[in-house]
């Protein structure tokens, strides 16, 4: 059981270069999310996705789209990446049938931005 | 005030000893509390979460939450050098709520 699977887990990127993060999860979770973590800031929703075909943003959402394209996948683009979104990417997912259940979080991609 | 809120440490207990961990939230209608551990370049893991005012056990971690006072705390027992890492706190504002708000989290380092 791989539970959340995130590709890459390393990049490198130019200012202004585009890419898709790429996470997956097995499951059968209805809620998935996107954060980043930086040095002292902690871990910040960027996006989240509470159920297949619904999206909403979190406390950080500038310069990020998303999209759940199916109930396994949840993925972030930067369209045009910029220093300040040089960041630890985490992918997570919640069955979502109760509130007081976990997120389970992937591995993480390492993203730098030149 | 920040939304959650944790002493960002380093906390350095010694071997064997008890760690305390602690987190303070500011809106008090929050529902449930988790706590998940980070190793240095790794991903957070749960621990354990808590919804209900008291204790939790489970082995050597203890979650306690007080509502009123609008804290929750992780006990760690036995530290070992293995539970070095950061400990982070989570809060889910409201029943039904999606989000997780996180504290900056907690380094713990235990000295052998």
């Known amino acids: 059981n791989a539970g959340v699977t995130q590709t890459p887990k390393f990049q490198v990127l130019k200012t202004g270069q585009s890419m898709t993060l790429q996470c997956a999860q097995d499951?059968?979770?209805?809620?998935m999310y996107w954060y980043r973590q930086d040095p002292g800031m902690g871990l910040r929703l960027i996006y989240y996705?509470?159920?297949?075909?619904?999206?909403d943003k979190g406390e950080v959402p500038n310069g990020y789209n998303v999209s759940r394209l199916n109930k396994r996948e949840f993925s972030l683009r930067l369209e045009s990446a910029a220093p300040s979104q040089t960041s630890v990417y985490f992918c997570?997912?919640?069955?979502?049938?109760?509130?007081?259940?976990?997120?389970?979080f992937g591995d993480g991609t390492r993203l730098s931005i030149l | 005030q920040k939304e959650v809120e944790q002493n960002s440490g380093p906390l350095s207990v010694p071997e064997g000893a008890i760690a305390s961990l602690n987190c303070t939230y500011s809106?008090?209608?929050?529902?449930?509390f988790f706590w998940y551990r980070q190793y240095s370049g790794k991903s957070p893991e749960l621990i354990m979460f808590?919804?209900?005012?008291g204790d939790k056990e489970d082995g050597r971690f203890t979650a306690q939450l007080n509502k009123a006072s609008q804290y929750v705390s992780l006990l760690i027992r036995d530290s070992q050098p293995s539970d070095s890492a950061t400990y982070l706190c989570?809060?889910?504002?409201?029943?039904?709520?999606?989000?997780?708000?996180f504290g900056k989290g907690t380094k713990l380092s235990v000295i052998p």
């Open positions: 809106d008090r209608g929050s529902q449930s």
């Open positions: 996705s509470a159920s297949e075909g619904t999206t």
């Open positions: 997570a997912s919640r069955t979502g049938q109760n509130s007081n259940q976990p997120q389970h």
């Open positions: 989570a809060v889910r504002k409201r029943a039904g709520s999606y989000q997780l708000t």
């Open positions: 499951m059968n979770h209805n809620s």
């Open positions: 808590i919804y209900s005012n």
